[in-house]
T-cell receptor, first 112, second 113 residues
Framework: GQQVMQIPQYQHVQEGEDFTTYCNSSTTLSNIQWYKQRPGGHPVFLIQ?????EVKKQKRLTFQFGEAKKNSSLHITATQTTDVGTYFCAGISNFGNEKLTFGTGTRLTIIP | EPEVTQTPSHQVTQMGQEVILRCVPI?????FYWYRQILGQKVEFLVSFYNNEISEKSEIFDDQFSVERPDGSNFTLKIRSTKLEDSAMYFC???????????FGPGTRLTVL
């Protein structure tokens, strides 16, 4: 079945440093979504990417979808303590099939 | 802002007992989902539901699981005979049209003893 892996599994950064998590799917995706889960919380939607090579920005967050639509990345510039949480990518393989396959997640902790 | 709600927040049950987890999706949403997350692990898809029937289910969603939309607002997940390995956080989610962001509820923590 489809597998979605993320690296790294954990990342500890000093406040103000940048952070990147990488997402790789075993199959081509029709679109990819990113979610953030705070400790003890539920996944909260961040963004959706649909087009090959697409790049989207949300303030300090930059999301990218690979040309082959099998990988994606999330980059946070100048991390803040509010960025703490686990970041999951989640892929949809086929339009019309709304099943989300979540990645393994990257847990970000910030050292003040 | 509309949100997905789930009850109870925590359910403790004995192995072999039946449990029903309840969700109220966002009112104008048409697609509903159940996911589970074992502590510290990734979110796993269980089932999707549209137009009063299951549209897709994972290999986790075996005969012990069932879903129902008994009225116009509730969406339930039933586990007929719980096992120890069913202990997890169960999230309900909904979306308007199936291809956009999914809105997750706060989850029900199920503990099977």
């Amino acid at each position: 079945g489809q597998q979605v892996m993320q690296i790294p599994q954990y990342q500890h950064v000093q406040e103000g440093e940048d952070f990147t998590t990488y997402c790789n799917s075993s199959t081509t995706l029709s679109n990819i979504q990113w979610y953030k889960q705070r400790p003890g919380g539920h996944p909260v939607f961040l963004i959706q990417l649909v087009k090959s090579g697409e790049v989207k920005k949300q303030k300090r967050l930059t999301f990218q979808f690979g040309e082959a639509k099998k990988n994606s990345s999330l980059h946070i510039t100048a991390t803040q303590t509010t960025d703490v949480g686990t970041y999951f990518c989640a892929g949809i393989s086929n339009f019309g099939n709304e099943k989300l396959t979540f990645g393994t997640g990257t847990r970000l902790t910030i050292i003040p | 802002e509309p949100e997905v709600t789930q009850t109870p927040s925590h359910q403790v049950t004995q192995m072999g007992q039946e449990v029903i987890l309840r969700c109220v999706p966002i009112s104008n949403h048409l697609y509903f989902y159940w996911y589970r997350q074992i502590l510290g692990q990734k979110v796993e898809f269980l089932v999707s539901f549209y137009n009063n029937e299951i549209s897709e289910k994972s290999e986790i969603f075996d005969d012990q699981f069932s879903v129902e939309r008994p009225d116009g607002s509730n969406f339930t997940l039933k586990i007929r005979s719980t096992k120890l390995e069913d202990s997890a956080m169960y999230f309900c989610a909904s979306t308007r049209n199936g291809i956009h962001e999914q809105f997750f509820g706060p989850g029900t923590r199920l503990t099977v003893l």
